[in-house]
T-cell receptor, first 114, second 112 residues
Framework: SAVISQKPSRDICQRGTSLTIQCQVD?????MFWYRQQPGQSLTLIAT?????????ESGFVIDKFPISRPNLTFSTLTVSNMSPEDSSIYLC???????????FGPGTRLTVL | RKEVEQDPGPFNVPEGATVAFNCTYS??????FFWYRQDCRKEPKLLMS???SGNEDGRFTAQLNRASQYISLLIRDSKLSDSATYLC?????????????FGKGTHLIIQP
């Protein structure tokens, strides 16, 4: 597995503002993902963070709302832009280590938008 | 059919008992299956992969039934520490790490 850290661990934000979440891995990984887990729900994939190119977004998620950076093989950021209360959620990054699609998750960022 | 479906529970089980729950999936071409465990306010952690032949890890046994498109998780001699939400995860796209779909989870409570 890998050691994955996220910053911040939690935040409370005002609507209309933006928050950037960082994900750091202790080893180089090819595949890195961002998920959202809304209250009482399971995980939903937002996008695949591609190193050196634009992220690949899932249906229902767009770059203007969730811009992603992946400057190298150990780091990525997800920005939640122009936030509304509906964006209140836990945001998790994950990486693939070892197996083809076995994913390991960071501790998550708990976001509350007022 | 929902893509990955689980009974949300909660399953209230006395300590030491055996408990089993299933998960159904929609795509017969799916190739990868997992069980993750998620504790309250924590990230999901891989419990075990599910292989075609079934697999066992200590008190935990996972099985795959392709014909009926479900996977199962059996926990024997349950411990208080087994209390958690168990997420069924299936690669519905057949391959590639971006194809994982998570069920909503089954909530398990082990009672003393």
């Amino acid at each position: 597995s890998a050691v994955i850290s996220q910053k911040p661990s939690r935040d409370i934000c005002q609507r209309g503002t933006s928050l950037t979440i960082q994900c750091q891995v202790d080893s180089q990984v090819t595949m890195m993902f961002w998920y959202r887990q809304q209250p009482g729900q399971s995980l939903t994939l937002i996008a695949t963070a591609n190193q050196g190119s634009e992220a690949t977004y899932e249906s229902g998620f767009v770059i203007d709302k969730f811009p992603i950076s992946r400057p190298n093989l150990t780091f990525s950021t997800l920005t939640v832009s122009n936030m509304s209360p509906e964006d209140s959620s836990i945001y998790l990054c994950s990486v693939v280590v070892g197996g083809i699609d076995t994913q390991y998750f960071g501790p998550g960022t708990r976001l509350t938008v007022l | 059919r929902k893509e990955v479906e689980q009974d949300p529970g909660p399953f209230n089980v006395p300590e030491g008992a055996t408990v089993a729950f299933n998960c159904t999936y929609s795509n017969s071409a799916s190739q990868s299956f997992f069980w993750y465990r998620q504790d309250c306010r924590k990230e999901p952690k891989l419990l075990m992969s599910v292989y075609s032949s079934g697999n066992e890890d200590g008190r935990f046994t996972a099985q795959l039934n392709r014909a009926s498109q479900y996977i199962s998780l059996l926990i024997r001699d349950s411990k208080l520490s087994d209390s958690a939400t168990y997420l069924c995860v299936v690669n519905l796209r057949g391959g590639g790490a971006d194809g994982l779909t998570f069920g909503k989870g089954t909530h398990l409570i082990i009672q003393p």
